[in-house]
């Protein structure tokens, strides 16, 4: 919270100091910053509602039943795919996975899936493309998966 003070305050500075050296970039650029806010709306307001809608069907309790420590390489496919269908933020991912943990999930299955939350998105793929490219889009949601893989089993290996 008060990160996020500090942040808009220093944001408002820089306004303030663009708007007194030249009025019109700073119109022209608050304008581009607007559309461009525009363009991205209405695609990140369907990922909050599919975050949430996930988030209320796929309970820590019933994801731990899928990934627990008799799960093996199987949960470790099933965490790779639940964790890679939508990007859901840090500050819901740890206590997720702590909550996981928990509730008996393994380490190796929790840390792919925490990675692959954080870090693949199959909701946000279109979006991704219109922003970056298809191509670039899934190079990156593809080395995102074999790193939380790699992740997982370095996990497994070191801490089971």
Same mark, same amino acid.
């Given at each position: ?50 975050? #949430? ?21 199987? #949960? ?6 639940? #964790?890679?269908?939508?990007? !859901? ?33 199959? !909701? ?21 998966? !074999? ?9 497994? !290996?070191?801490?089971?």
């Amino acid at each position: 919270m008060i990160s996020g003070i500090i942040l808009y305050t220093i944001a408002t500075i820089y306004l303030g100091i663009s708007f007194i050296k030249d009025k019109h970039k700073t119109k022209v650029a608050l304008l581009s910053s607007w559309k461009m806010f525009c363009n991205v709306l209405p695609d990140l307001l369907a990922i909050m509602l599919f975050i #949430g809608l996930a988030l209320s069907l796929f309970t820590p309790t019933f994801i731990s039943s899928i990934i627990g420590e008799s799960s093996g390489l199987l #949960g470790i496919i099933y965490s790779t795919i639940i #964790g890679s269908i939508a990007l !859901v933020p840090s500050f819901i991912v740890f206590p997720l996975g702590n909550t996981l943990i928990q509730n008996g999930a393994a380490l190796p299955q929790v840390a792919v899936l925490m990675s692959t939350m954080m870090s693949v998105g199959l !909701v946000t793929l279109s979006m991704e493309q219109k922003t970056f490219g298809r191509r670039f889009a899934y190079a990156r949601n593809i080395s995102a998966i !074999v790193m939380s893989l790699l992740f997982a089993l370095i996990i497994g !290996v070191t801490m089971t």
